[in-house]
């Protein structure tokens, strides 16, 4: 299972094409995606005290797009991170939370779907 934090507006839209993607995958050529361990610190330090996130539960083997688990540029050791080469499609994703933020502004995430 992968992970990855949408804004809600896009989330929604995707639903009518059944195609998920970000606004910059054009530019950088992949959607960033996440494990569910690395998932609770990202939220919290990148997503903090924003209101319109969803967190997509992403059943990786149902994605048509390739996955690359790749270090971020300049970096030989630390965690691998799941890169997706194209939009989600959504029927891959086993589930969608619209997240709340608690105080003082992070995010408490839900377990990980069974599927």
Known sequence: MLVHFARKAD?????ESKSY?????EETGFI???TPAQAA????AELAGEDDVVLLWIKEPELRAAI???RPD???LGDL???IYGPINTDAVARAVELEPWA???????KEPSV
């Open 32 to 34: 960033r995606a996440l």
């Open 81 to 83: 991170y799941p890169h």
């Open 104 to 110: 003082p502004g992070g995010f408490v995430l839900p």
């Open 41 to 44: 610190e990202h939220a919290n």
């Open 21 to 25: 993607s970000t606004p910059d995958l």
């Open 74 to 76: 300049g970096q030989e």
């Open 11 to 15: 989330w929604e839209e995707a639903q």
């Open 68 to 70: 690359v688990h790749k």
